[in-house]
C-alpha cells in the first residue's frame, strides 16, 4: 500500500529536550515536506526536499533541522524545542511533476 | 508570494442541504493547480478535489464539485446532499506549476463544517 508513516504520532516533551520526529514514504517520489498545522493559520511548510541531500527552507524554518539521506526518510529534527513549537506536524510526498501531494498522518506535539 | 485565503472559519448545514465554503487567493502565475482538502477528527489530510488552472471546466467529483473563477481568483467547494461523515475542517490549497514552487502546497486558514442532522 502506497503511504506516508510518521513516528511518533503523539509526542509531550519538555523544553530544551531534542526530539525526532521520522517520516518515510514508500512511492520513490522525490519531493518530501514538513508541514505544520496550527488553528487560524492552516499548515505552513516548515523545511522540503527535492530529492537527496538536497534540502531547503520552507516559511517557518526556525527551529528546526532536516535531513534527506536517503530518498524515502526524511526525519525533522527539533534540537531544542520551546513551547511555541507546540503544534500538529505533516509529512508529505510527491513525485516532482504531480499535483498531488500525499500526507502522513500527523504527529501532535507537546512542548511543556 | 501567492496566498489563500478562507474568511469562513466555521460553516454549518443541515443534512441532505448543499453548502459552499469560499476560497480565494493571490498569484501572479498563470498556470497553477487548486485543491481542497477535507481533514476528519482523525486528522488524516484527506484531498477531495483538484482544478488545474489551465482547464475551463469545474472540477467535479461525485457530491463534490468546484466554482472556479480565474480572473476573480477564486476557488469556492460545493457539497451537495450533505452527509454527517462530511463534517470535518475543510483546507483550500494552491500549489505551483514552477519548479521552484511546486514543492509546496500554500494553505488557507481552514473552514470547520458542521452537518447538523
Not at chain 1, 520526529?21 to 526536499?49: A, F, K
Not at chain 1, 524554518?61 to 534527506?68: A, C, D, N
Not at chain 2, 442541504?17 to 498569484?27: I, M
Amino acid at each position: 500500500e502506497a503511504q506516508v508513516t510518521q513516528n511518533p504520532r503523539y509526542l509531550i516533551t519538555v523544553t530544551g529536550k531534542k526530539l525526532t520526529v521520522t517520516c518515510s514514504q514508500n512511492m520513490n517520489h522525490e519531493y518530501m515536506s514538513w508541514y505544520r498545522q496550527d488553528p487560524g493559520l492552516g499548515l505552513r511548510q516548515i523545511y522540503y526536499s527535492m530529492n537527496v541531500e538536497v534540502t531547503d527552507k520552507g516559511d517557518v524554518p526556525e527551529g528546526y533541522k532536516v535531513s534527506r539521506k536517503e530518498k524515502r526518510n526524511f526525519p525533522l529534527i527539533l534540537e531544542s524545542p520551546s513551547p511555541n513549537q507546540t503544534s500538529l506536524y505533516f509529512c508529505a510526498s510527491s513525485t516532482r511533476t504531480g499535483d498531488e501531494q500525499y500526507f502522513g498522518p500527523g504527529t501532535r506535539l507537546t512542548v511543556t | 508570494a501567492q496566498t489563500v485565503t478562507q474568511s469562513q472559519p466555521e460553516m454549518s448545514v443541515q443534512e441532505a442541504e448543499t453548502v459552499t465554503l469560499s476560497c480565494t487567493y493571490d498569484t501572479s502565475e498563470s498556470d497553477y493547480y487548486l485543491f481542497w482538502y477535507k481533514q476528519p477528527p482523525s486528522r488524516q489530510m484527506i484531498l477531495v478535489i483538484r482544478q488545474e488552472a489551465y482547464k475551463q471546466q469545474n472540477a467535479t467529483e461525485n457530491r463534490f464539485s468546484v466554482n472556479f473563477q480565474k480572473a476573480a481568483k477564486s476557488f469556492s467547494l460545493k457539497i451537495s446532499d450533505s452527509q454527517l461523515g462530511d463534517a470535518a475542517m475543510y483546507f483550500c490549497a494552491y500549489r505551483s506549476t514552477w519548479i521552484q514552487g511546486a514543492q509546496k502546497l500554500v494553505f488557507g486558514q481552514g473552514t470547520r463544517l458542521t452537518i447538523n442532522p
